[in-house]
């Protein structure tokens, strides 16, 4: 919500990356599930987690580097 309405959207992506994170091995422990082929799938879903919070990255160092000059934001940044 943060990110996307450019309210403290530096804030909101170091967040969503915290999040994902640490809900990826939680969520997505594929190192102990027996079967091979869901194993698989796990660890694909695993990866596109850690992608998902690289991601999230990439917007707050998009959001540091343009910093208030972000034409649609609602908000300046807080760091």
């Known amino acids: 919500m943060l990110v996307g309405l450019g309210v403290w ?3 909101g992506a170091l967040l969503l990356a915290g ?10 422990d594929y190192w ?3 079967d091979p082929q869901m194993r698989s ?3 694909a879903h695993f990866f596109k ?5 690289g991601g999230a990255l990439l917007a707050f ?5 343009l910093g208030a ?3 649609y934001a ?3 940044p807080l760091f």
Request: hydrophobic fraction near 55%; proline fraction near 6%; avoid cysteine.
């Open 69 to 71: 000059g972000l034409e």
């Open 32 to 34: 102990a599930v027996p």
């Open 19 to 28: 999040f994902v994170l640490v809900a990826a091995p939680v969520f997505r």
């Open 49 to 53: 987690n850690v992608s998902l919070a």
């Open 9 to 11: 959207a530096d804030l």
């Open 61 to 65: 160092v998009v959001v540091q580097e």
């Open 74 to 76: 609602l908000g300046d």
């Open 41 to 43: 799938s796990e660890q």
